[in-house]
């Protein structure tokens, strides 16, 4: 980008954007190449479900553009949907709720995503699959044997490193959940982190943290994308899988390791209550005449003006509802230690220590600036581990 | 000669946890031991913080059973603040709590439960015609039933068991003779496992109209809801009732149905009373029907040895945890105000056993009155039918009847699973009615959402409900304004303790012993027993030879 001259400011976007089609190729190649064959034909199951062509295509273009792409890159996303079901997924628990694998068996439908997520390849997952014990840990040697270099680990939970790791262990051999991690994300193509508790640690990690519970990527030293939220919003997981399969590599990512697709905005400024904050309109206790009215929750502790996601704009169970349109205001669990900076949840942040002193604004302001630019970080960033097709511009 | 097995993970249920039995020569479990393999700290976090935040944090003790931490205690805080929630705040906390009864029973049954009763790979082989034949001899009608979508659901099973990658399907225990079902039974039942998928979303949705998302909810205040907008809005309502229609035929025509076609051909074992375990059964009480929960959809007290003809009152005060086998320190029997958590891991044997003689798990063991006691829908129909309940009594005596088993045969696993069934349908026929209640209440003019409160500078109390897996309480003392102690007594719990000072099994270990196991390679007997519980922590199983001290190696199949 810096070697385009600065009157070809445009045409450097488009160069960009050629680029990041040459490699999108390349990829989609390597992948039909190296992937396992699908088990189920994507566009017999999408009719059996009864989804025409041109659900389809309307869903390719929403999701083309939710992940900051331009429209050529439409068949790209349709082709990488075909590919979902072959990427090899290895899903691993440790300390957590499974709240993160429910949202995901509650994606909305009759929607595209779901499907994705009905037909995922997951060659391991304790809540789902049928065996159990030794059957089920030969499961997940054969998945990191057969695939190795080539699956995806999927981490659900934060990990205990007091008690050296023992206030959690697993399997026949009752290792610990930080040996088992050590292990898997060493063969996988990538470390996927679904969820605040393997993100940034959440609750268990909340003070006094008394597990010493880590978030994934600090406790094995390894950089894992972050879908960060208690739990995060299905979208926001298969569009980063969507990613992985379009490029072999995972989307750009703020300074926290979440895609910028999806957390690169505040809650607040796609709020729907957002013009009452504005009009200085605010619910200022439980079920009075401004909450029946759908005024701001700035004042009952909202914290969308410190939290990014995209919760305001694709909303959650088929966009029916979300935490603000429930009247109750954002708890900010798509940033790290929120039970700490955000508490107590029901006071705006303002009125506590935590942040200093600044005001909502400047606050903001600040965290706005690490994460900005979304648009134009395609070309520049991406998490790769292990990844194979070359995707240097030979010219 | 005897052996010892090792299962784990056991999967199909949240958390980690850990069970060893011994086999005798004939295959027969003498002894078990449940441990818990995951120690978050909760309680602890819990301590200095503001009383309000405790809902949504303890909300995240579990993403399976969501939204029942998050209502028990926010009715702990109104307790200990001494204030009640409005009669629409109540009611909408029905409707949340139904809608999570509902599909997550479904989900239950047929994605956690179900495939230890359903052999899929058996259902390949099923005539579609005759399944048809089979699934109408329980329902006039049942759901998404004619030979044409059997024979693509064969299709789909067909192509995943061709490319020789199953899935969460693999390497697991299709063709074991302790799987009775014939093929076209098989078949049926897995048609609905997969449209059960879609309905729990649509449960789900129900969840979130009033809830905000699930899971984990988000419009629960200590004193009320948050939902006002939603609540006064006709529209949300019809999207309520609508989607509550689809739950309700599911449950006629496919949860049911399919729970007296497979009582059926295990009809042996509920008369044989496998997996009945400890018989005494304990409920709080659940879905308060009036603003004083004086009256409530599931009664509570306890029954104990099986006694149907005499409830126990329930004396909150008889209620305590004790450690002695648990990695924690302390050898009282404490009652959960004043109960402490902190840990103290021993860890497992030189072979790496469960030291059952010592201390072997992260879960506390509670005891009514010094008794182990199950809870969870088992509980709540077998107190409800000894309380003469007129409606869980014409329930549970009509499906049972239908199924030709007598109300004993509910001492037992498939009794656990038939009277989840039960319950299900007991709850989906009551919503419409609250639904009502609540429109009726808003037309007579109430709008109140929530009861206006403080934090109090001290005081305590405890929120009891029904989780769907059993008796929940959370107990908080609160110091200064904020929580100076928390005490979370869950279902599982009660359900997975390890033993007492007195050296009684807790409810899961007690359930295995006497369980003859057809293929000591394969646990299935072991997983069905645990998973009827529907249990919610990560575990794992082991079977013990205390002689050969053999650790048995699972094949492949």
């Known amino acids: ?41 994507f566009k017999e199951t999408l009719a059996a479900r009864g989804l025409s062509r041109r659900d389809f295509l309307k869903w390719t273009s929403l999701t083309t553009t939710a992940l900051l792409l331009p429209p050529m890159f439409r068949p790209m996303v349709a082709k990488a949907a075909e590919n979902f079901s072959r990427l090899p997924v290895v899903w691993l628990h440790f300390a957590e709720c499974t709240g993160c694998s429910e949202a995901l068996l509650r994606a909305s439908y009759p929607n595209v995503d779901s499907i994705l997520l009905e037909t995922i390849s997951l060659e391991y997952h304790e809540t789902l699959m049928v065996c159990a014990g030794h059957q089920a840990e030969q499961c997940l040697e054969k998945a990191m044997h057969d695939f190795a270099g080539k699956f995806i680990c999927v981490i659900e939970g934060a990990l205990p490193t007091g008690l050296n790791g023992r206030y959690l262990t697993l399997g026949p051999k009752a290792k610990t959940g930080l040996e088992m991690a050590r292990e898997v994300t060493a063969k996988a193509a990538a470390t996927i982190c679904i969820g605040s508790c393997s993100s940034f640690g959440n609750v268990q990690a909340a003070k006094p943290n008394p597990t010493d519970a880590l978030g994934i990527s600090d406790a094995l030293g390894i950089k894992t994308v972050n879908i960060a939220g208690c739990p995060p919003n299905p979208a926001n997981f298969v569009g980063t899988l969507l990613h992985f399969l379009l490029f072999g590599a995972l989307p750009p990512l703020d300074a926290l390791g979440r895609p910028l697709w999806a957390y690169g905005k505040r809650i607040h400024d796609f709020c729907e209550r957002r013009p009452h904050y504005d009009a200085g309109e605010y619910v200022e206790e439980w079920g009075d005449e401004a909450a029946k009215k759908g005024w701001c929750l700035y004042k009952v502790g909202c914290k969308g003006p410190y939290t990014f996601a995209n919760c305001s704009k694709v909303r959650y169970n088929d966009g029916i509802s979300w935490p603000v349109m429930a009247g109750h205001g954002c708890i900010g669990c798509t940033e790290p230690a929120f039970w700490d900076s955000m508490a107590p949840l029901e006071k705006p942040v303002a009125e506590k220590t935590v942040l200093g002193e600044h005001t909502l604004d400047k606050i903001a302001l600040g965290l706005v600036g690490v994460t900005a630019a979304g648009i134009a970080a395609h070309a520049i960033a991406s998490a790769v581990k292990g990844q194979k097709p070359d995707y240097s511009d030979k010219k | 000669m005897s052996q010892r097995i090792v299962v784990d993970p056991v999967t199909r249920i949240e958390g980690h946890l850990r069970i060893e039995v011994e086999v005798d020569s004939n295959n027969v479990i003498k002894d078990a031991w449940s441990s818990m393999t995951m120690w978050r700290g909760i309680e602890v976090i819990l301590k200095g913080r503001d009383p309000r935040d405790a809902g949504l944090i303890t909300q995240r003790f579990c993403g399976v059973c969501t939204y029942v931490h998050y209502e028990a205690s926010i009715m702990a ?66 759901y998404n039933c004619s030979a044409t979508h059997y024979a693509a659901v064969q299709k789909r099973l067909k192509k995943f068991v061709d490319s020789g990658r199953l899935g969460p399907f693999a390497n697991a225990y299709w063709g074991n003779p302790s799987y009775k079902l014939p093929p076209e039974a098989n078949l049926v039942i897995t048609s609905h496992y997969l449209d059960a998928l879609e309905v729990s979303k649509t449960g789900a949705q129900m969840m979130a109209i009033f809830g905000g998302k699930n899971p984990h909810p988000q419009s629960l205040v200590v004193g009320g809801v948050t939902c006002v907008m939603d609540m006064l809005e006709a529209e949300r309502i019809g999207q309520y009732l609508y989607r509550l229609k689809d739950l309700q035929r599911f449950v006629e025509t496919a949860y049911i149905p399919d729970v007296l076609l497979a009582a059926s051909y295990y009809k042996d074992e509920g008369l044989a009373h496998v997996g009945a375990g400890v018989k005494n059964y304990l409920t709080y009480g659940g879905f308060w029907l009036d603003d004083d929960g004086k009256n409530m959809l599931f009664p509570r007290g306890v029954v104990k040895g099986g006694d149907l003809s005499r409830v126990i009152p329930l004396d909150e005060n008889k209620i305590t945890e004790e450690v002695a086998h648990s990695w924690y320190t302390g050898s009282d029997a404490l009652h959960p105000y004043e109960g402490k958590t902190e840990p103290s891991y021993t860890g497992l044997d030189k072979n790496n056993n469960l030291k059952g003689e010592e201390k072997y798990s992260w879960s506390k063991a509670p005891r009514y009155d010094g ?32 199924a030709g088993l007598p109300a004993t045969a509910l001492f037992s696993t498939l009794g656990r699973t038939a009277a989840r069934a039960i319950e299900t349908k007991l709850v989906a026929d009551q919503i419409e009615g609250w639904v009502m209640e609540l429109v009726q209440n808003i037309k007579a003019g109430d709008t109140r959402t929530w009861t206006r409160c403080d934090v109090p500078e001290s005081g305590q109390g405890r929120g009891m409900t029904e989780a769907p897996r059993g008796a929940l309480g959370h107990w908080i003392r609160i110091k200064n304004k904020v929580i100076e102690n928390y005490q979370a007594v869950v279902p599982s719990t009660w359900n997975g303790s390890p033993r007492d000072r007195a050296g009684q ?28 519980f529907d249990p919610c922590m990560a575990c794992a199983v082991h079977i013990i030879d205390p002689r050969s001290d053999k650790v048995r190696a699972f094949k492949v199949l």
């Open chain 2, 505 to 532: 099994r807790g409810p899961y270990e007690e359930a295995l012993v006497g369980t003859k196991i057809a293929n000591l390679d394969q646990p299935l007997e072991i997983l069905r027993t645990i998973h009827s």
């Open chain 1, 1 to 41: 980008m810096a070697k385009n001259k600065k009157s070809t400011g445009c045409s450097a976007v488009e160069q960009q954007y050629r680029d990041l089609m040459r490699r999108c190729k390349a990829n989609l190649e390597h992948a039909d190449r190296e992937l396992p064959p699908a088990r189920e034909n």
């Open chain 2, 371 to 402: 008794m182990p006691c199950e809870v969870g829908p088992l509980a709540r129909m077998i107190v409800g039918y000894a309380s003469g309940d007129p409606a869980i009594k014409k329930l549970v005596d009509g499906t049972l009847q239908a």
């Open chain 2, 77 to 142: 805080c109104e307790d200990a603040f001494g204030i009640k929630p409005p009669t629409n705040a109540r009611i909408i906390r029905n409707l949340i709590h139904g809608a999570q009864y509902v599909y997550d029973h479904i989900m239950h049954f047929y994605h956690l439960h179900g495939l230890d009763w359903v052999d899929i790979v058996s259902a390949l082989s099923a005539d579609p015609e005759k399944a048809v034949a089979i699934a109408r001899k329980y329902c006039d009608e049942p």
